[in-house]
């Protein structure tokens, strides 16, 4: 595979392509009335193409960590899936969405087996160990920083010095 998001054509839509996750630009300007809350970029589990002209699917942004987890592990490429399999589940039936498919800009399919493959080692995440995660990323941003402040401080004293030893040039010169 050339990489983890696939181009491919939004024209080839079809319901060989259920189960398969998405994502594209989507403009404003095609948002429906019932889509209040509209995402531009919506990463998009297809249910199925409805009539031609329009893609279904539960668009994942809007939906936590967990249940994302566990729709691509029981879904994630299978073209059995479809709006009959979430809509028992209510927060999950409300990420449900329709988008008009002449607004889909560079849509790029999503490589589901290797992201199977990676939430399988994908555990909980603990309250304890993502702050512990994060004071270690400000540790380490910190001592970069001060790397870059202290090659900047002597940066700064051997253009002095540079400077100094120009006007002594210069003042021998006269």
């Known amino acids: 595979m050339a990489g983890l998001f696939n181009n491919f054509d939004a024209s080839q839509l079809s319901a060989s392509n259920k189960g398969s996750l998405i994502s594209f630009e989507y403009p404003k300007s095609y948002a429906t009335i019932p889509n209040l809350i509209h995402d531009t970029r919506p990463m998009l589990i297809v249910t199925d193409v409805w009539q031609p002209n329009y893609i279904r699917g539960v668009n994942l942004h809007y939906l936590t960590f967990p249940y994302i987890k566990k729709i691509l592990q029981t879904w994630g490429g ?54 512990k995660i994060r004071m270690t990323i400000d540790k380490q941003i910190k001592a970069r920083l001060q790397i870059a402040a202290n090659e900047l401080t002597s940066f700064e004293q051997r253009m002095k010095e540079a400077e100094r030893n120009q006007m002594r040039v210069n003042t021998q010169a006269e």
């Open 78 to 131: 299978n073209t059995g899936f479809s709006y009959s399999n979430i809509k028992a589940d209510r927060y999950v039936a409300s990420a449900f969405r329709v988008y008009v498919l002449k607004g889909v800009i560079r849509p790029k399919k999503l490589d589901t087996d290797w992201l199977k493959t990676v939430l399988q080692s994908a555990r909980t995440f603990d309250a304890g160990e993502i702050e």
